[in-house]
Every structure is written in C-alpha cells, then in structure tokens.
C-alpha cells in the first residue's frame, strides 16, 4: 500500500501525547471532520510540523511529496507543509471512515478543534466552533492539559502554525481561551 522510502525505518519518540480520544470524536465516522477536509473548505488540511513529516514518513515509507504540500508562509516567509487531500476531497489517510495512521497523526489532527493563533500579537489558544464537534467537560479538560505539551512540541514552528492562513477556516467562529505564555483553563 505504502511506497518504501530509502533506507531504515528508525523509532521516533513522540513528544505530544494526546490523553486518548475525545468524547466528541467516539461515536464519529471521521467523516465529519477528516472526510470534509478541503483548501478552502470549512476544515483547511492539517498543518505538519518537521516531526510530523518525519513521523508520518518514518511510519507509511511515503516520501513527503506524496502525502504533503508545501505552502510559503506569507507573516515569517517560512515554507510550511500541509497535508494533501485526495481526488475525493478528505484527509490522504482516511481509509473507510477510519485514520490510517491515527496513532501516529499530526498535532493539528491531535489537537483540533483547539488550535493556536496569532491574535493582536500574541500566540493564543482558541477553540473552533465546528458544528460537528460536541465538546464534554472531559474534553475540554483532556484538551486544556495538552496546550502546554503541543506548544513544546510546536517549538519553533509555533509560529507558522499560529499565522499560516488557512482560508475556510478564518471565516469560522472560535472562543479564545488563554494566551499561550499562560496556563489556560477551559470553562
């Protein structure tokens, strides 16, 4: 299924543990979200991060170029990469409702609909009010506890993923829940 990369495949740590499953995402056929990703649509592909493309690499044996664009990020001229999406308008790794490489997803997927942005300035955590997505109080806890760990794992590319446009999604609402320099609780 997957075409092999030069070399040996090496073990990558994982530096963001999501916590397991959100409540909101149990009972989803990953339509909802990964089947309705699109440039331009509601859902924007994910954001990858260096790690990510090497995991998701190291992981599938597909080179980069296969599974991922790459965009110039307009506020840092960095070169970013973002995952493709098929003929069929979806995440690259949906497979019958089901991701593929879930265990070893992006942390733009870990994390959705929490996500960082740049708002007047400052890195800020906000929440998507993506109508699919039917928060819990555990969720939102399980989320809270991941805002440090997913900046430390950003590292240095925090702020491309925090200013990168991502074009469906500016129009979608969003509930700011603390700046990143601060440990946010969500209510």
């Avoid at 007047?120 to 993506?130: A, F, R, S």
Wanted: hydrophobic share 35%; proline share 6%.
């Amino acid at each position: 299924m997957f075409a092999e990369l030069d070399g040996p495949k090496t073990a990558l740590v994982q530096p963001f543990n999501d916590n397991g499953a959100l409540d909101a995402c149990r009972d989803c056929s990953g339509a909802k979200c990964c089947g309705n990703i699109k440039h331009g649509g509601t859902i924007e592909p994910p954001f990858l991060t260096s790690f990510d493309v090497a995991q998701i690499g190291n992981f599938t044996g597909l080179h980069a170029d296969i599974y991922s664009q790459t965009v110039v990020n307009p506020h840092t001229g960095n070169t970013v990469r973002f995952l493709k999406t098929t003929s069929r308008e979806g995440c690259h790794f949906l497979n019958e409702g089901r991701c593929s490489i879930h265990d070893h997803r992006p942390i733009d997927c870990r994390l959705f609909p929490l996500d960082l942005k740049m708002v007047e300035g400052e890195l800020t955590w906000v929440i998507y009010n993506y109508h699919h997505c039917e928060l819990t109080e555990r969720d939102m806890a399980i989320l809270a506890k991941q805002m440090g760990t997913a900046l430390t794992a950003l590292g240095s590319e925090a702020e491309d993923y925090a200013t990168v446009p991502v074009p469906g999604m500016q129009n979608l609402p969003y509930k700011v829940v603390g700046r990143a320099q601060e440990n946010p609780i969500i209510v």
